[in-house]
Structures are given as structure tokens and as C-alpha cells.
């Protein structure tokens, strides 16, 4: 057992951190959500005398990347006491989750940082963005009402499985596979939040869009569409909050947002803002069942630098018909050079290696460098849910 490892009865400490290190007031519901989390995951801390000093949550999950699932473990509420503060509290933690996320076959982490450059010195890199979309009541678009199908409005708590179940086919650019208890978790920390529900004539599920309202804005949350009715269903349902809020704001997971399908993008304020961050924790799985975009491809060595010794290895790859071939090659002479964070950028489809080879990210034989970008997909990954 990790001597770093905290059990029930540490709860009431590890809660007590929390709201004190992010200013946090105590509610029954605030203590009840944050329970949930705690329960369903490794809570890690040191002691400071009869205090916690740091601590940190390591979240089991599972994502879906291009219809591959992997083992992904979320880091969250990374804090230190300030009496603890500068004693390494918190790195020390950090890797001793990083390890144990090794011994127990999980491929991915991923985390919202509070500081970029701290947590690349941890192996993490920023692939996830989001574009935020600000209209004006005033600004938004003229759409014309459905003639088929119609909107059904309800609670966060009564939203269907059949929802769910949309959420997850279509959710395959490395989000979350939300499991029933990061569902209830979700539903009950935005017990605020309502849904509204796209159906075809047949009663068919088509769309859907979760939402919440502060002040004079409307906030989408989250929006899903399965054909060109939910959208004009679900579009014509947020316009027609146009007389009850001066503000709309819709922050959604795709960085490329197309602008060129509003009337007037002048009208909009659109903003691209980093996320969250992913580390590769276990190169050999993450690689091994990996989506490749090629059919085959001759050996190629590439040196991966990283602070996790089971990471920093020279690797030889090769592919031939679809199937995957990768090899521990210490000591062979490598065609490329890269560090994890690079590695983990082109692997996710957020830059490609020619791109970083520009930028001096990648070292070695360009008609080498560019074969191996061929592998990776080319899709930026999208990722909804925070933690």
C-alpha cells in the first residue's frame, strides 16, 4: 500500500485543505459533491504534524480516442497548505500517482492546470482547447421554425439514458466515457443546470444541449446534434431567450469553431483559450493500440527523453499491414529525437511533427520525421468534462 494513500478517515482533513487552498465556502452540498469525488478516487497526502499539508486527487476514468478505449487517470485539487508550501509537497505526490497509474495499466492522465510550466515539468502538455462564442442578444441569428420535430425542456436530474447514450457515440477525440457515477456526480454538482431535448416526428432523439443561466447571460454547456433539424430545433430554443437575456455563451469543445456559418461574424466574440492538459504515462500501451493513419511503414528509431524511466527509451516502429510493431532499441542509433510533451502534442493530433520540427521541437532526418507524422492522427482532440 502507498504510504502516500488516504483512507475514509482522512476525508474531513483532505476537505478542510481544499477550502482553504482555492477560498472555497462550506456547504452541505459543496462537502456532499466533493465526498463523491473522494470516494471514487486515490486521495493522496502528506501529514504536516496533525494537518494535511498537500494532497491531491488521482480520478480513475476511461476515455474514448478515434474508438480506442484507454485507462486515463484525471488529476485534480493539487494543493498545499502555505505553511507546507515550498517543501515539494505536492510534486512528490504528483509522482507517486504518476507511478502507481503505471503499476495499474492505466495509459493516459490528463489535468487543469494552474500553472503550464509546472506541470510540463511533470511530463504534461497542452492538447485540449476551447472556443468560447459571445453573442449579443441583440446579434443573434434569424432562424426560421422547424416544421418537423420539436423541444423538450427539463431538469438536470430527469435527463434520459438515451442522452447518455448519445454523449458516448458521440464522444471519440480522447473525452471521458462517463461512467453512471461521473454522471450522478455531474448532475448533482450542477443541480442547477437544465437540459433541452430535439425530437423528430417519431419521437427520436436527435440532439440535445445542457445549459445554465448567471445574471443577464444564457450559458450552453454543452451541445450535440445528430442532423441539420436538432441544430435549427435547439437554435431556434436558445433564440427564443432572447427577451430575458442581453448575453449568450456557448464554450464549446472544438477549437475550430466556423465563424463563416453565422450571418454576420463581426457580430461575434470569439475567443480560443487552452484547457487541459495530457501526459502519456505509458508510451509502450498508448502506441501498441493506438489508431494509426498508415497501413505500414519501415522501421524507424525515435529517442523519447522523459522523466518516467519506463518512457525514456530509444523505440524502434515499424507497421506492416495495419499491425503494430514496437521495440525497447537503447542503443541504436536514433532517426529523430523528441521529449514526451512533443511526442504527446503529435499523438493526440493537435500539432503535427512537421509543424513541431519547425518550431525545433523535433531533431533528426526530416523524410523520417515526416513518415512518422503520417501515423498520428490529424484531428484535434476535444474534451468536455473538467475535473
Known amino acids: 500500500m502507498n504510504k502516500y494513500l488516504l483512507g475514509e478517515n482522512e476525508f474531513d482533513k483532505f476537505y478542510d485543505l481544499y477550502l482553504y487552498s482555492f477560498n472555497r465556502q462550506d456547504s452541505s452540498q459543496r462537502k456532499r459533491v466533493f465526498k463523491e469525488r473522494y470516494d471514487h478516487s486515490l486521495s493522496y497526502g502528506i501529514m504536516n504534524g496533525s494537518k494535511l499539508g498537500s494532497g491531491l486527487f488521482s480520478i480513475p476514468f476511461e476515455v474514448n480516442f478515434h474508438g480506442v478505449d484507454y485507462k486515463m487517470n484525471g488529476i485534480g485539487d493539487v494543493m498545499s497548505a502555505p505553511e507546507f508550501g515550498g517543501q515539494g509537497g505536492a510534486g512528490k505526490l504528483m509522482n507517486e500517482a504518476l507511478f502507481d497509474m503505471y503499476k495499474n495499466h492505466v495509459t493516459l492522465s490528463y489535468l487543469a492546470p494552474f500553472s503550464f510550466g509546472y506541470y510540463r515539468r511533470f511530463g504534461f502538455e497542452q492538447v485540449f482547447d476551447h472556443t468560447q462564442v459571445e453573442i449579443k442578444s441583440e446579434s443573434l441569428l434569424r432562424i426560421k421554425n422547424a416544421e418537423h420535430g420539436h423541444v423538450e425542456r427539463i431538469s438536470i436530474k430527469g435527463i434520459p439514458d438515451e442522452l447518455k447514450k448519445m454523449y458516448l457515440d458521440h464522444n471519440d477525440l480522447g473525452g471521458v466515457n462517463r461512467s453512471k457515477w461521473w454522471w450522478d456526480h455531474m448532475l448533482d454538482k450542477h443541480s442547477d443546470y437544465q437540459a433541452a431535448l430535439a425530437y423528430d416526428d417519431d419521437d427520436v432523439l436527435i440532439g440535445y444541449l445542457i445549459y445554465y443561466n448567471q445574471d443577464q447571460t444564457f450559458y450552453i454547456h454543452e451541445w450535440i446534434n445528430l442532423n441539420p433539424l436538432s441544430r435549427q430545433l435547439l437554435a431556434k430554443f436558445v433564440i427564443k431567450h432572447q427577451s430575458i437575456f442581453s448575453k449568450f455563451v456557448y464554450e464549446s469543445p472544438n477549437p475550430d469553431f466556423k465563424s463563416d456559418i453565422l450571418d454576420d461574424p463581426y457580430t461575434t466574440n470569439l475567443t480560443v483559450t487552452p484547457y487541459m492538459m495530457a501526459r502519456i504515462v505509458n508510451l509502450e500501451d498508448f502506441l501498441q493500440r493506438y489508431p494509426i493513419q498508415v497501413n505500414s511503414l519501415e522501421k524507424i528509431y525515435f529517442r523519447v527523453k522523459d522523466t518516467l524511466e519506463w518512457n525514456d527509451h530509444t523505440w524502434a516502429l515499424e507497421i506492416n499491414d495495419g499491425k503494430v510493431k514496437l521495440s525497447d532499441a537503447d542503443g541504436e542509433g536514433a532517426d529523430l529525437e523528441l521529449t514526451i510533451q512533443t511526442l504527446t502534442k503529435a499523438m493526440f493530433g493537435y500539432r503535427n511533427l512537421n509543424s513541431l ?25 476535444q474534451l468536455i468534462d473538467y475535473f
Open 357 to 381: 520540427a519547425d518550431y525545433g521541437a523535433v531533431k533528426g532526418d526530416l523524410s523520417k520525421i515526416n513518415s512518422l507524422s503520417k501515423v498520428f492522427v490529424s484531428e484535434r482532440p
